[in-house]
């Protein structure tokens, strides 16, 4: 069976969690022998970052990035060729040109969340939404909560086909101390955030949690790239009332050193106003590091009772469930011990098997 992916997601200027799926996914059905995946992207000088082990290519359609998006958005421009299926990783989806088309949509926040979006995005996400609902022959998303979300607010002609996501093993450097120092990160614990910077992510309300009495007296690591908004952790520590020193701003990193700043953290924040799945919180459950999260559906779906949850929006709830994890020691070896047996069901394996099982059914 030879699948075209769209892995225009790992180029972007922020691949975010979708680029790591369409990357971790395409490694995962790379090692099936029964799969031939080719890679597909819009036309860029370097193309390094979609470059994957075991998956061919990626090959270069005919325009480059901003006309190939325009191009979709119609229905109309090149697309992959020479394969029997097409898998789409996001909503920038090809026209479908007679042959099976899969797309994934990892959340419902156009719709249910639209003021953490531009108004631009708003409606792009909304109309390639549609768009893969009318042609796709199969839709999927990464949780339960999703699929319910998106079938209330489209036209569905099948319910979608719920595949969860994996988690990459990322095992501590042996230079882990000369690492943690070329970090910066804080000696004696800190909070972490694994989050792109946007509003959708609630960093606003946990710096509130932070700069509260009630919350943990500990530095905040964020660990993640600039999304759109203009969120800057500085002016939004001042704006918080939590001060700009107890903010360690790191950026993207790469997995040796996100290894390193999972290891040394004291606990994982997942504060996200609405998320499609939360793979931050299955990492934290992986690396060991307790995980506190809102309640949104997708995260309490995905880390069902080996996180503690926090009213959505509620910073005093936060402050209050992250202080529990900082000073009980009997609830963080329970959300340890749970943490490291829920993150087991998740693998980029089992992933990339509920795709194949897709695709198979519909070459």
Sequence with gaps: MRVGMVLEQALAPVPGGTGRFAVQLAAALGADPSIEITGWTARHRDVAAARIPGVRGPHRLALPRRALTLAWERGVGPAPRGVDLVHAPTLQLPPRRGRPLVVTIHDAVPWTHPETLTPRGVRWHRAMAERAVAH????????????????????????????PLGVTPLPVPGDIATRAAALGLPADGYVLSLATLEPRKGLDVLMRALASPSGPDLPLVLVGAAGWGGVDPVQLAAGEGLAPERVRLLGRVDDDDLAVVLAAATVLAVPSRAEGFGLPVVEGMAAGVPVVTSRDPALLEVGGDAVLAAETGDAESLADALRQVCTDAGLRTQLLRRGEARAGQYSWARCAAGYAEIFRRLV
């Design 136 to 163: 796709a022959d199969a839709i999927v998303t990464p949780s339960a909560a999703t699929a319910a979300a998106l079938a209330r607010h489209l036209r569905l002609r099948r319910s979608p086909e719920v595949v």
